[in-house]
């Protein structure tokens, strides 16, 4: 079954210090890979999307994910992370063009201050 | 471009009445989705729509719950009669053309039943 996991469910780094988010998905001819960011009382706002191309993909906010087939993985990462990111972070996969979206757990990221 | 809106955004009703939740998708969008998510199941597809037709509606989780997409522009969610475990936040999203080029959310409607 089409699936992706999200294995950290709440991560606290501290201001100023790197992030990476993990995220896999079962196997599937060219996915289709999103990472989406939610904020307390606010809907999911798109941070990054991939489908081909470069592996490497940035996106707003200052992340970028990298996608990595051989691990069937989609990590997302910020060089420095600002009280701002606080927030949930859902990585979301769909398996064709017109396919419904199969979204994660999500991780809630804390920034120590 | 306004994104998606939805109304109302927050609703608070009583065990057994009905409610009516309401979504306009991005202008020129033919995709429409609905989600439901709370702490306990997490986020939830419902139902969703491609030209104004349901395509998938397996995610509804029984008769109680209905939606409609009456023309390109708007949606309703509407749940009869309602019950304290429907409280939840419902997403509407929408999407150009196909699910790859990602979906678009609203800002959610907070529904409490009492």
């Known amino acids: 079954a089409q699936s992706v996991t999200q294995p950290d469910i709440h991560i606290t780094v501290s201001e100023g210090a790197s992030l990476e988010l993990r995220c896999n998905y079962s196997?599937?001819?060219?996915?289709?890979l999103f990472w989406y960011v939610q904020s307390p009382g606010q809907g999911l706002q798109l941070l990054l999307k991939?489908?081909?191309?470069?592996?490497l993909v940035q996106g707003i906010k200052g992340f970028e994910a990298e996608f990595k087939r051989s691990q069937s993985s989609f990590n997302l990462r910020k060089p420095s992370v600002h009280w701002s990111d606080a927030a949930e972070y859902f990585c979301a996969v769909a398996y064709s063009s017109a396919s419904k979206i199969i979204f994660g757990s999500g991780t809630r990221l804390s920034i120590r201050p | 471009d306004a994104g998606v809106i939805q109304s109302p955004r927050h609703e608070v009703t009583e065990m057994g009445q009905e409610v009516t939740l309401r979504c306009k998708p991005i202008s020129g969008h033919d995709y429409l989705f609905w989600y439901r998510q709370t702490m306990m199941r997490g986020l939830e597809l419902l139902i969703y729509?491609?030209?104004?037709?349901?395509?998938?509606d397996s995610g509804m989780p029984e008769d109680r719950f209905s939606a409609k997409m009456p023309n390109a522009s708007f949606s309703t969610l509407k749940i009869q009669p309602s019950e304290p475990r429907d409280s939840a936040v419902y997403f509407c999203?929408?999407?150009?053309?196909?699910?790859?080029?990602?979906?678009?959310f609203g800002p959610g409607t907070r529904l409490t039943v009492l």
């Open positions: 196997y599937g001819a060219t996915p289709y």
């Open positions: 999203a929408s999407s150009s053309g196909t699910s790859g080029r990602g979906q678009f």
């Open positions: 729509f491609n030209n104004n037709v349901p395509i998938d």
């Open positions: 991939y489908f081909s191309g470069d592996t």
